[in-house]
């Protein structure tokens, strides 16, 4: 589509007999912010940018994804002293409505430029920032525009920029799958904005933005804390906070954050590269993360259940497994109260539902209204009903037609995989 646009434009220009003039009204600079894609959908939002093109630029081989994949393992096999080619853009834009000046701001916010040969999780040479210019005008520029970013950067406390600034020597288009990568990809991860910090001048500095500054750690849970990365234009964000945030009942801390880093002190395993990204600490550390989000409440719940619950929880949890008859949790327990998931923290059953059966589980005549699903279950030659908590998917045993009145049903289940919460708020085991 980008190629024919480009055609017909040409051909319009010549028609009219004003080819020269065409080309003169335009401008281009080559931009490389690491992973293509996410570049190109950030450049084009720019009002005065008429054309974005993904690419390959500056480097001594041919110019194709899977030359450059391999040429970045020669290389660090030390099998290669070649330069190989950076991932870039190449940003055409109409100097009478916006300045290359205006174009380097987008460039310097969308990015984190003081990260070497890497851009997030994407690591090698051919994730290098980097600005490849036309003549000596556009290098003075990006160099005036790298100091001023630089200071803006220092003030912020973070790192000395890396980002190579140097004259286009070579430039090839990306394949045509490359193109457009997002608006024909739209589930695709939303970037997180670069360093969070606003280039001096540019229109993020002059209106209200989302705070982007580091959470306050005195004010989190140090022992453990869910931190949620966000962006303030990332749908994928709107749709988590909408679907399990303004919901949320466990017991795990929460908070959201629109900056980058951690709360000072606190570390990161690796860079952030993509929104939104749940990042599970324990005593300031990493110790997992969720990235991306697209409607997957089962997947996100079933990576948080992995941190909070024992391994005897997990094998009931998420391979349909039990206890044994007697030893599970909760079989004694007579106390006002709601059973909840253990991880979710979703109500399941009321305490005055609960009888003995004599069964050696905790057993309820009636569950609380949409807090189960119920599964055919086939294994081990029977055909049974098993129930499953509706807000995380994880088993919690089966439901049989052998209970006492009003419903006649006996919900069986594994007191491992229950916490109770007695009335009055008192949290349970």
């Known amino acids: 589509m980008k190629t024919l646009l480009r055609v017909v434009m040409l051909v319009l220009a010549v028609m009219a007999g004003t080819a020269g003039t065409a080309f003169a009204a335009t401008d281009s600079i080559v931009l490389g912010m690491g992973c293509f894609w996410g570049a190109e959908k950030r450049m084009s939002e720019l009002t005065g940018v008429v054309d974005v093109e993904s690419g390959y630029a500056n480097g001594d081989i041919d110019g194709t994804y899977e030359a450059v994949l391999a040429h970045e393992k020669a290389l660090k096999r030390g099998k290669s002293d070649k330069r190989n080619h950076a991932e870039v853009v190449k940003v055409s834009f109409d100097p009478a409505k916006v300045s290359l000046e205006s174009v380097l701001m987008r460039f310097w916010e969308s990015h984190d430029p003081t990260q070497g040969d890497r851009q997030g999780n994407d690591v090698g040479s051919n994730y290098r920032s980097a600005i490849y210019t036309n003549n000596a005008a556009q290098q003075a520029t990006a160099l005036k525009t790298r100091d001023v970013y630089q200071a803006a950067l220092k003030k912020a406390g973070l790192k000395t920029i890396t980002t190579e600034i140097a004259p286009l020597k070579k430039f090839v288009a990306a394949e045509t799958y490359h193109q457009d990568y997002?608006?024909?990809?739209?589930?695709?991860?939303?970037?997180?904005?670069?360093?969070?910090?606003?280039?001096?001048?540019?229109?993020?500095?002059k209106i209200a933005q989302p705070d982007k500054s580091p959470l306050d750690a005195k004010a989190l849970n140090l022992k453990r804390q869910l931190i949620?990365?966000?962006?303030?234009?990332?749908?994928?964000?709107?749709?988590?906070?909408?679907?399990?945030?303004?919901?949320?009942?466990?017991?795990?801390?929460?908070i959201r954050t629109y900056s980058p880093n951690p709360p000072a002190g606190w570390v990161l395993e690796k860079a952030l590269f993509a929104?939104?990204?749940?990042?599970?600490?324990?005593?300031?550390?990493?110790?997992?993360?969720?990235?991306?989000?697209?409607?997957?409440?089962?997947?996100?719940?079933?990576?948080?259940?992995?941190?909070?619950?024992?391994?005897?929880?997990?094998?009931?949890?998420?391979?349909?497994?039990?206890?044994?008859?007697?030893?599970?949790?909760?079989?004694?327990?007579?106390?006002?109260?709601?059973?909840?998931?253990?991880?979710?923290?979703?109500?399941?059953?009321?305490?005055?539902?609960?009888?003995?059966?004599?069964?050696?589980?905790?057993?309820?005549?009636?569950?609380?209204?949409?807090?189960?699903?119920?599964?055919?279950?086939?294994?081990?030659?029977?055909?049974?009903?098993?129930?499953?908590?509706?807000?995380?998917?994880?088993?919690?045993?089966?439901?049989?037609?052998?209970?006492?009145?009003?419903?006649?049903?006996?919900?069986?289940?594994?007191?491992?995989?229950?916490?109770?919460?007695?009335?009055?708020?008192?949290?349970?085991?």
């Open 228 to 254: 949620v990365f966000e962006a303030s234009d990332c749908p994928f964000c709107k749709q988590f906070k909408a679907e399990v945030l303004d919901s949320w009942q466990a017991e795990v801390a929460v």
């Open 275 to 429: 929104t939104p990204t749940i990042v599970l600490f324990e005593n300031g550390k990493e110790v997992s993360r969720f990235t991306g989000y697209n409607g997957d409440k089962p997947r996100f719940w079933k990576w948080l259940g992995f941190h909070l619950l024992t391994p005897a929880q997990q094998k009931i949890a998420f391979e349909q497994g039990t206890e044994r008859p007697g030893t599970g949790s909760h079989l004694d327990e007579k106390r006002p109260g709601t059973f909840v998931d253990p991880i979710t923290g979703a109500a399941l059953f009321r305490s005055d539902t609960k009888f003995d059966s004599g069964t050696g589980w905790p057993s309820f005549f009636n569950p609380l209204p949409g807090a189960l699903s119920e599964h055919v279950d086939t294994a081990h030659g029977m055909k049974r009903v098993e129930v499953r908590s509706a807000s995380s998917g994880i088993h919690l045993g089966h439901v049989f037609d052998d209970g006492p009145p009003p419903t006649g049903k006996r919900y069986c289940i594994n007191g491992n995989v229950l916490k109770f919460v007695p009335d009055g708020g008192a949290t349970g085991k």
């Open 182 to 205: 997002l608006k024909k990809n739209p589930d695709g991860y939303c970037g997180l904005g670069g360093t969070g910090v606003s280039y001096p001048g540019s229109i993020a500095s």
